[in-house]
């Protein structure tokens, strides 16, 4: 059976083929010889190594290396931004396990960052470039698309409106700095940190 | 049970062998099933069969409330069965009850042994059922709803998980029993299998039956399960709209 004999969903519990064919990727289970799909998608071989897999319908998120994801803030160091990665930005479902991410210095904005606390703030959301997934996150905002998508006023906590190129407090006036993302940037529900929705 | 006093036990079974409702001891009630109803919810299922009307929800793998249920090396799955107070005749007081958390935990335990829990540490799979109108097989029907809402969630398990209950009714052996047979009857036994290894993971017996009954209710209730099995696997090939293909049988 090749890629074309294949079946174009297959769902939990479905036959696959026999291990002495196939090796079982992800997606599917080995079970007495025999390969079973253990995940709703459609079924992939590999010609390389003969893995079958199924590439899944509704996946639950997982974070890769060049995704983009939000993130959350959490703490300001000073060589790095420590974060929670909430979600893929294409998907509103949370990665499980809410991973920690960092943004390191070098890679808050283009050129010369002096502190990262004139670019982020704890509570910001970030929308950022995986780096590198395993095995600690290294996200980067260093494009002029990536960057702050939501913050909070430093002395009154409402939303700041970061339309402009100094983000200001529509309640109290008090003007902020932020590397901020550009260019439209849809945000998940619950993603303007006020609360912990995943 | 609209009052109490009344003893009256229905006819359950007319002399040509028809039950209280016209079918036949091996034939099931009618069953629609239909996933992915809930937009909120990372995986959902509706089930009605018969007159029992379920409502499943699945979420995560998210974060464990409360924390000290979480596992290190697998996720948990909390399992919430409740009935609508206006789901039976009598209004049911709102809530948690013993039985209530007894369906949860036998559920839960039963879609223990077929998630691959493992993949998600410290993480809790929510699963929410909600019986709307009940009408006896509950329990079964939940189970079948919450299976086919953690398939719609992208979770990773074993197989799909059927559920159906055989029970007694005029001495018979009779296959999902609805209200009358299951308060009249003299027992009740529900079952969920697994269609992949044809093992059981929910099995809970009410009343009596001799060795050789038990064994025919078994096998009655197989049966009836691999029926539902592709019922389930339909809805699921209709909400991602994929024809149904022939794969080869397990």
């Not at chain 1, 929670?84 to 920690?100: D, F, M, W, Y």
């Not at chain 1, 970030?126 to 913050?151: C, D, E, I, N």
């Not at chain 2, 993971?201 to 009410?206: G, S």
Request: hydrophobic share 40%; charged share 25%; proline share 6%.
């Amino acid at each position: 059976m090749d890629e074309a004999g294949l079946p174009e969903l297959v769902l939990p519990g479905d036959y696959l083929g026999a291990a002495e064919e196939y090796l079982p990727g992800r997606g599917t289970y080995e079970d007495r010889g025999r390969i079973y799909a253990s995940l709703l998608g459609r079924p992939a071989i590999d010609p390389t190594d003969r893995t079958i897999r199924v590439d899944p319908r509704n996946a639950v998120p997982e974070i890769q290396e060049g995704d983009l994801v939000y993130a959350r803030v959490d703490e300001i160091k000073t060589a790095m931004a420590v974060c929670t990665v909430l979600t893929p930005a294409t998907s509103r479902r949370g990665v499980p396990g809410k991973p920690e991410g960092t943004v390191h210095i070098s890679k808050a904005k283009e050129g010369y960052t002096e502190t990262l606390s004139g670019e982020f703030a704890v509570g910001d959301i970030l929308l950022a470039r995986v780096l590198q997934a395993h095995p600690s996150v290294k996200l980067s905002t260093a494009q002029p698309t990536l960057g702050v998508v939501s913050a909070r006023c430093q002395a009154c906590h409402a939303l700041l409106s970061l339309g402009s190129k100094e983000p200001t407090c529509p309640r109290c006036g008090h003007k902020e700095r932020r590397k901020l993302a550009r260019g439209a940037t849809p945000l998940p529900p619950g993603g303007d940190g006020s609360d912990d929705a995943d | 049970m609209g009052n109490i006093g009344a003893k009256e036990v229905p006819v359950l079974l007319s002399p040509e062998g028809l039950r209280i409702d016209g079918r036949k001891l091996d034939e099931l009630r009618p069953i629609e099933i239909r996933a992915g109803v809930l937009r909120q919810a990372d995986g959902s299922a509706f089930v009605e069969w018969g007159q029992n009307k379920v409502m499943a929800a699945v979420y995560g793998p998210r974060e464990v409330h409360p924390r000290h249920l979480q596992q290190n090396n697998k996720a948990v799955i909390q399992c919430r069965y409740n009935m609508a107070a206006f789901s039976v005749d009598e209004r049911k007081r709102p809530g948690l009850d013993r039985r209530s958390q007894e369906i949860s935990k036998v559920i839960a335990e039963a879609f223990e042994s077929v998630v691959f829990a493992e993949e998600f540490p410290r993480t809790s799979i929510d699963v929410y059922i909600e019986v709307l109108q009940a009408n006896a097989g509950t329990r079964c029907a939940g189970l079948v709803a919450a299976s086919v809402a953690l398939a719609d969630a992208g979770i990773p398990m074993v197989d799909l998980l059927p559920a159906v209950a055989v029970g007694k009714v005029a001495g018979a052996i009779a296959l999902d029993l609805k209200k009358e047979e299951d308060n009249f009857g003299e027992a009740d036994l529900p079952m969920a299998l697994v269609p992949q290894s044809g093992r059981l993971v929910l099995l809970q017996m009410e009343g009596h039956m001799t060795e050789e009954e038990l064994s025919r209710s078994l096998d009655l209730g197989v049966a009836g399960c691999r029926v539902i099995y592709e019922k389930m696997k339909a809805a699921l090939r209709e909400r991602y709209s994929v024809e149904p293909v022939a794969t080869e049988a397990a």
